[in-house]
T-cell receptor, first 109, second 111 residues
Framework: NAGVTQTPKFQVLKTGQSMTLQCAQD?????MSWYRQDPGMGLRLIHY???????DQGEVPNGYNVSRSTTEDFPLRLLSAAPSQTSVYFC????????FGSGTRLTVV | GDSVTQMEGPVTLSEEAFLTINCTYT??????LFWYVQYPGEGLQLLLK?????DKGSNKGFEATYRKETTSFHLEKGSVQVSDSAVYFC??????????FGKGTKLTVNP
C-alpha cells in the first residue's frame, strides 16, 4: 500500500517556467489537498478537492491551478513560476485520517 | 476564521527532560484537534488526536487533552529521547475537511 505518492522530490525552475507537481493516492480517498510549507509559516492550504471533478481554493491559491479528473490523481500546476513559490509542497488525502506525501522541494530562481 | 497558535520555539531539551508545547485555538464550531510530527526530510505523520472536549489523545508517550474551557491542546511527554527531535504541528479541523495548522515548533533533544 503506497499511500500518497508525490513526484518529483526536488525541482529547480527558472522564473516564468511552468511545471506540474504530481500527487497520487491508492486508498480511494475522495478528499485530497495541497499545502505549502514555509519557514515560520506552518502549512498553508493551496487547493483542495472533495471528489473527482470538484476543486476549490484554499488560503493561498494564487499562481496555482488544479484539476481532479480521477479519484487517484490530484496534480498541482504552476503556470508561470515566481521566486515567491519557492517552498516545500505537500499533498494529503483524507479517509479516516489524513495521509501526507513525502513532499516536493521546489526552488524558483 | 479558524486559527491555531502554538509555541514557536525552537525548544532544546536534554534527554529524559519533560516536554510541553503549548497550543491554543480559535474555532467557529466544535473542532477536532491534532498533533502532527515531521522528522527531518520527511512528510507529516499524525501523532495523536482528540475529537471532543476532555478527550485525551496519546501515542508514543506523548499526550494532549482537549480543553474546551481554555481552548487548548497542549502536547506533553514525561521523558523525551533524542529520537523525538522533530518539528511538531498543532492543527484543527472543523466540520469541513480542511486542516488548519499552527506554525510548528522545532524540538531538539540532546544526549
Amino acid at each position: 500500500n503506497a499511500g500518497v505518492t508525490q513526484t518529483p522530490k526536488f525541482q529547480v525552475l527558472k522564473t516564468g517556467q511552468s511545471m506540474t507537481l504530481q500527487c497520487a493516492q491508492d486508498m480511494n480517498h475522495e478528499y485530497m489537498s495541497w499545502y505549502r510549507q514555509d519557514p515560520g509559516m506552518g502549512l498553508r492550504l493551496i487547493h483542495y478537492s472533495v471528489g473527482a471533478g470538484i476543486t476549490d481554493q484554499g488560503e493561498v491559491p494564487n499562481g496555482y491551478n488544479v484539476s481532479r479528473s480521477t479519484t487517484e490523481d490530484f496534480p498541482l500546476r504552476l503556470l508561470s513560476a515566481a521566486p515567491s513559490q519557492t517552498s516545500v509542497y505537500f499533498c494529503a488525502s483524507r479517509g479516516y485520517g489524513y495521509t501526507f506525501g513525502s513532499g516536493t522541494r521546489l526552488t524558483v530562481v | 476564521g479558524d486559527s491555531v497558535t502554538q509555541m514557536e520555539g525552537p525548544v532544546t531539551l536534554s534527554e529524559e527532560a519533560f516536554l510541553t508545547i503549548n497550543c491554543t485555538y480559535t474555532a467557529t464550531g466544535y473542532p477536532s484537534l491534532f498533533w502532527y510530527v515531521q522528522y527531518p526530510g520527511e512528510g507529516l505523520q499524525l501523532l495523536l488526536k482528540a475529537t471532543k472536549a476532555d478527550d485525551k489523545g496519546s501515542n508514543k508517550g506523548f499526550e494532549a487533552t482537549y480543553r474546551k474551557e481554555t481552548t487548548s491542546f497542549h502536547l506533553e511527554k514525561g521523558s523525551v529521547q533524542v529520537s523525538d527531535s522533530a518539528v511538531y504541528f498543532c492543527a484543527l479541523s472543523v466540520g469541513s475537511e480542511k486542516l488548519v495548522f499552527g506554525k510548528g515548533t522545532k524540538l531538539t533533544v540532546n544526549p
